[in-house]
């Protein structure tokens, strides 16, 4: 089985469907964040299943109280979404009410380098809660390898790890996935080459030889 996430990070809903269909054969699942759902409307969730098969992670980054994160969780839910990503840093009650109406991904420490600035420094708090409530995953930096390490050793077992920064950002998927990855994130390395197909391949072969 595929341990790369296509992140499709473009607004076209054509393009997008495009991108999706030719990459497939070398996904785990495909990541949706706001750029396509803006630009395309929430039913490229749906679409995107149907053309790809495929698990669909919303990558929301849910932030507010319970009762907002629910009326959101569940529409996107609803259009199909199989993940839901959500920030841990707003408290356990806000994160309880996506994991309530389905699979929930927590953030525990981002890629960019302003992540040293607030998310690092909790990120110790946030490994303790999603231990807590057992997510299916949390979200954890491919540009600093040694943070995945450090993640790993603290984290649950059975809480997969989700590791976004690879290509453009910096970082390396075989790296990552050395590190204790059980997924690997790409975007602009992927749907921005002029062979996105042969892109996602050559992940895909990266990734396996190493797992
Ligand atoms: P790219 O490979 O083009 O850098 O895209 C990475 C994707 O992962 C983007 O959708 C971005 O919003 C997301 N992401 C990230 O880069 N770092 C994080 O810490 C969390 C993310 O969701």
Not at 144 to 159: A, D, F, K, Q, T
Request: proline share 5%; charged share 25%.
């Amino acid at each position: 089985e595929s341990r790369l996430i296509l992140a499709l990070d473009v607004y076209d809903r054509e393009r997008a469907l495009e991108i999706a269909e030719c990459t497939a054969d070398y996904l785990w699942a495909i990541k949706v964040n706001w750029p396509l759902i803006i630009g395309s409307g929430l039913k490229i969730i749906t679409e995107l299943k149907q053309v790809t098969g495929l698990p669909i992670i919303a990558d929301l980054k849910l932030a507010d109280i319970p009762n907002t994160n629910r009326l959101i969780a569940s529409k996107v839910f609803e259009a199909g979404a199989d993940y839901i990503i959500a920030h841990g840093f707003v408290g356990r009650d806000s994160v309880e009410a996506v994991m309530e109406l389905g699979k929930t991904i927590i953030v525990v420490e981002m890629s960019h380098p302003g992540a040293k600035e607030f998310i690092q420094p909790v990120t110790d708090k946030l490994i303790e809660l999603a231990n807590e409530l057992e997510p299916f995953g949390v979200i954890a930096p491919a540009t600093r390898p040694e943070r995945v390490s450090y993640i790993r050793s603290r984290l649950e077992r059975g809480i997969r790890i989700l590791t976004p920064g690879v290509g453009a950002q910096g970082g390396k998927a075989s790296d990552a996935i050395k590190a204790g990855a059980d997924y690997v994130i790409v975007g602009r390395s992927i749907y921005g080459s002029n062979n996105p197909r042969e892109a996602a391949r050559r992940l895909y072969e990266e990734i396996l030889e190493v797992v």
